[in-house]
């Protein structure tokens, strides 16, 4: 005679049973759970994504050696990657709740319900978003409880569990029968949330608010010379492509801001605080500027930098209209999302430096990827600590009172851009022919100017390589070496600059932790 179970409790299984069909359910129920969250998030609030608060509670509590494992390995794709290992943690989870799932439905019930509060405080906390944010946790937490206790029921009816609490079985079903039904909730779920961040992203690439926006004219051009881009063949683009500038910031859902109700308001130690509308902004003189942007993040070679056409108002213009105080030596910027960016005061106020608030990215309006509407751009300093995407806060402070999102996880507060320089072509361990062989590449020290590139080919004397022209000393600057009597074996190149002050570009190897990497790019390639 079989004993009934405990009330409360789920059916039993019988002691050859592998419970393989528990883990899948657990991992349904949370795929149900979770995916109908994302998709309610592209219905009613796309900052109440739980998969984008939680990743975001990640980015803050990772350190930053790992974060730099990181971004070596993946580089831009860094938010793939933790979505992907966020999503194999979920399904770990799942896995685990369908273990406890088959011995107590109600404590099953009770920590999914945890696991949506989790998601629900992110969101709350971290977005500081009205209140309908949170109604996508919720209605994904309530959808993965009930389709949990559809698949207990499922179970139940399994050959080798005994009924359920109330007695009821159904039907028989086979233990392939019950894995198609959970794989096909699974499926269900993933789709779901698959379909909301895509829908998200597709939402965003079509809308007609970035396109409706009419950008005022520059009162001051920044044109490109002839001469800056050398046309080497493998080379990139004096102007990098929007389309291949890179990304690293700490969104992993990116912002998508009402032109009607975006703002930026300035404050702290100023004499008038300030609130700006996008067509206040838009009304001020604007200029236009080329500068290079790099991330702190970039090993010795790397490509986390890029070089652009920037148009927007200089940051200047609007500190002095407020009145900054004596007291002041830096600049607090928040986006969107919540970032923060601590800017050294002298950076901004620079006459001969145009920080901008950018609006317009090679001729057309911030993508929304890269800051829309209105982004930071400062020449000469890591991005970690100046080029804030979605602004919406400027606060003028001090160091000593603020610090940006990045110092206190171990990053310098200031963040100056080092002398560097990289190898583009031949590629690393590229075979050529003997003979003449043409070496380029680009080389950058922002604010001050590179004043040359050289050469050395198996550790022997340093040559001077041909320089690109430039429009100002915030570009990077383009070199070629063409090699005319290259023998024939294998040769190890390395490049070095030297800047406008006469400094020549450090030959020790650092880390890029914790105010930027420093050595020599090299290259070893093969003459035939």
Sequence with gaps: MVS????????????????????????????????????????????????????GWVIDATPPPVKEAVIAVFGTGDKVFLMVVMVLLLALIGWGLGRVLRRSLPVARGLLVILGLAGLTAVVTRTGTPLVAAVPS???TGVGVVVLTVLRRWAARLPRTAPAADGSRGPALT??????????????????????????????????????????????????????????????PFVTPTKDFYRIDTALSVPTLDDAAWSLRIHGLVDRELTLTLDELLSRPVVERVVTLMCVSNEVG???IGNAVWTGVPIRDLLAEVGVRPEADMVLSTSQDRFTAGTPLE????????????????????????????????????????????????????????????????????????????????????????????LAGTAWAQHTGIAAVQLSVDSGPWRDADLGAVPSSDTWRQWVYRWSDAPAGTHRLRVRAVDSAGRVQDAVQRPTAPDGATGLHERTITLT
Aim: glycine content about 14%.
């Design 302 to 304: 790397g490509n986390l």
């Design 138 to 140: 919720v209605l994904g």
């Design 347 to 438: 950076a901004l106020t620079d006459p001969g430096r145009d920080a901008l608030l950018a609006v317009s990215m090679n001729g057309e309006p911030l993508p929304f990827e890269h800051g829309y509407p209105v982004r930071m751009v400062v020449p000469g300093l890591y991005g970690y600590v100046s080029a804030t995407k979605w602004v919406v806060d400027l606060e003028v402070t001090r160091f000593d009172r603020a610090q940006g999102y990045w110092t206190p996880r171990g990053w310098s507060a200031r963040g100056p851009i080092k002398l560097s320089s990289r190898i583009e072509v031949p590629a690393q361990g590229a075979t050529r022919p003997a003979g003449e062989v043409v």
């Design 175 to 236: 233990r392939r029968q019950f894995v198609v039904r959970a794989l096909v909730v699974t499926a269900a779920g993933l789709g779901a949330g698959a379909l909301g961040r895509v829908a998200g992203a597709a939402a965003r690439a079509a809308s007609s608010v970035r396109e409706a926006l009419r950008l005022p004219a520059p009162a001051r051009l920044d044109p490109v010379p002839a001469g800056a881009d050398l046309g080497v063949p493998g080379a990139g």
């Design 4 to 55: 009934e179970p405990d009330a409360g409790r789920g059916p039993r299984e019988d002691a050859g049973s592998l419970g393989v069909e528990w883990g899948l359910a657990g991992v349904a129920a949370t795929a149900a759970a979770v995916g109908s969250a994302e998709l309610f998030a592209w219905f009613l609030s796309p900052s109440g994504s739980p998969l984008t608060a939680v990743g």
